[in-house]
């Protein structure tokens, strides 16, 4: 780089001595400066004195210190340090990516850093965008090699570049300049994300979008919509317009919401929950709903042995399976009322009987549910899904076995029927993870729900931690099995809470989250130093 090092005959010149003495002046100045332009958070400053140590008349010596590690949300996995004086954008700086898939992504990031996008080949003080379709690492991994006084940014895909991008941002956010060295980066788990229930509290589309760039900044993949629910359908329907509730989304808004996700790399996942959960529809047709044997209305329940209610659930699910475009749709499955009496066959009578004639004499109302959650996995994988249910719709010892293509989410097992995640993982289905005792930012705290706290998660808070507080141990919980997991904000109360509040208040949650699913392992930095960088990061947003 230009300036940057000292010719041989103006070191000879100067003697031995007197570049020696040089030496060690310039070393106790880069000192000094080194501990005087730390923030309160210990990292470097934002400005010209670090990690460029300046000899006096302007001249830089031959030599720069050993480059510290990036400060970034999640932790990078693995870092060579280098000994030159890093990137941080210049008058003449450009992103540089040829057309095609990574134009996106460098025109985000060139507008990130008021910089200008440009086809390659890249010059000094550039960042340059490069797939590399045999990189090892997965679709999500990258490699940022900084040097010469330029950055370059590969992947085998484009979500891992556009990984490496984020990168760039935190680490000039947090220090100033990228340094010198070599990145190699991934996440361990492929499904991060937030969980997000529309459906008994209206959140605006800007508002999501907010936390789509919020959740992209931390490397996060999914959002999920639980837009369904007994207080409301939160999402315009073209096949049942009459159970859309008076506040919701646009189709057109949900497009602006699912086209910024798809720049951002991340999917959306909607989730339509029955047979319970279904009041907002139940208002609109009442004759699909369950009673008990007494006559008592079964609250957001459908009666899932009248064949028109399993019309209505299917049509909209084919209806979204076409809007949405990512892999998953969800299809609930929890506490449906009916499963959750001590006697379900005495309780609901008829719903035992129609399940002895489908599936034989030793048929129970668990039978008929499971067979409702078969029936809605194919629908979904007809319209080219993959299908996700809540783990207490799952049931053991039945004459009916659910599907095992099916995700199990994994959020309790404080409700009837649940069982332990390692159940689920030994009869070897994929299990993510939505523990309520760490996940769960319920509006209101009700029913002993506490706001969980970004420290708990991050001390105590992994991949494998799927029910209470204990690592589930007795049954393999890698990426393979346990994909990853959502932090989940439900709207029980929603009143209780503003938008902005819920926003405040799942901060260092979701960046505790972003940290644990990427890496699992113990984080380097400590809570407080942690969440000083957090709030450094943000303060620069």
Not at 234 to 252: D, F, G, N, Y
């Amino acid at each position: 780089m230009a300036g940057t090092t000292v010719r041989a005959g103006q070191r000879a010149r100067q003697g031995p001595g007197r570049w020696a003495s040089w030496v060690a002046a310039a070393a106790v100045l880069t000192a000094a400066l080194g501990a005087c332009s730390n923030g309160d958070d210990g990292h470097p400053r934002d400005d010209d004195r670090s990690p460029v140590s300046r000899a006096p008349g302007g001249r830089t010596p031959t030599t720069h210190p050993r480059s510290s590690p990036p400060r970034t949300i999640p932790a990078v996995r693995a870092y060579d340090p280098g000994t030159g004086p890093g990137w941080k954008p210049g008058p003449d700086s450009r992103v540089v990516a040829p057309d095609g898939p990574l134009a996106d992504e460098a025109r985000m990031l060139a507008d990130e850093l008021g910089a200008e996008y440009a086809k390659p080949p890249a010059r000094q003080g550039d960042v340059e965008l490069v797939l590399g379709p045999g990189q090892r690492g997965g679709p999500e991994a990258y490699r940022l090699t900084t040097r010469d006084g330029r950055v370059r940014i590969t992947g085998a895909a484009d979500a891992g570049v556009f990984y490496g991008t984020r990168t760039v941002l935190q680490t000039l956010r947090s220090g100033g300049r990228v340094p010198e060295g070599v990145i190699d980066d991934r996440p361990d788990r492929p499904q991060r994300g937030l969980q997000l229930d529309i459906a008994r509290k209206h959140f605006t589309a800007d508002w999501i979008e907010a936390r789509l760039r919020e959740m992209a900044g931390l490397k996060l993949n999914q959002l999920g919509l639980h837009f369904s629910d007994d207080q409301g359908f939160r999402l315009e329907s073209s096949s049942h317009p009459e159970i859309v509730s008076r506040q919701h989304l646009t189709k057109a808004e949900l497009r602006r919401i699912l086209d910024l996700a798809e720049r951002l790399h991340i999917t959306v996942i909607p989730e339509i929950d029955s047979p319970g959960h279904l009041g907002a529809v139940l208002r609109a047709h009442p004759e699909l709903q369950l009673t008990s044997a007494s006559g008592t209305p079964a609250r957001g329940a459908v009666n899932i042995a009248d064949p028109r209610a399993a019309r209505i659930v299917d049509d909209l699910l084919r209806e979204y399976a076409g809007v949405f475009p990512g892999p998953y749709l969800h299809v609930g499955a929890d506490e449906y009322r009916a499963l959750m009496a001590k006697n379900p066959e005495a309780s609901y009578p008829r719903l035992a009987s129609a399940a002895r004639a489908k599936f034989g004499p030793k048929a129970r109302v668990q039978d008929l549910a499971t067979g409702w959650l078969n029936d809605r996995a194919a629908v979904v994988r007809a319209a080219g899904k993959r299908a996700k249910a809540w783990n207490d719709g799952f049931f053991a010892g039945g004459v009916v076995a659910p599907d095992k293509r099916i995700e199990v989410e994994y959020w309790t097992g404080k409700e009837i029927g649940a069982r332990k995640p390692a159940e689920y993982l030994r009869e070897g289905r994929t299990v993510v993870n939505l523990n309520d005792e760490y996940l769960y930012y319920v509006l209101g705290q009700p029913n002993q729900f506490v706001y969980p706290t970004g420290e708990r998660i991050y001390k105590q808070w992994n991949p494998a931690v799927l029910r209470g507080t204990q690592a589930v141990t007795s049954s393999p919980t890698g990426p393979r099995q346990v994909p990853g997991g959502r932090f989940a904000v439900w709207s029980d109360i929603a009143h209780a809470q503003t938008q902005d509040q819920v926003a405040r208040g799942i901060r260092l949650p979701l960046r505790a989250v972003s940290q644990k699913l990427w890496d699992p392992r113990r984080p380097a930095l400590g809570w407080p130093e942690f969440k000083r960088l957090a709030d450094r990061l943000d303060r620069r947003r």
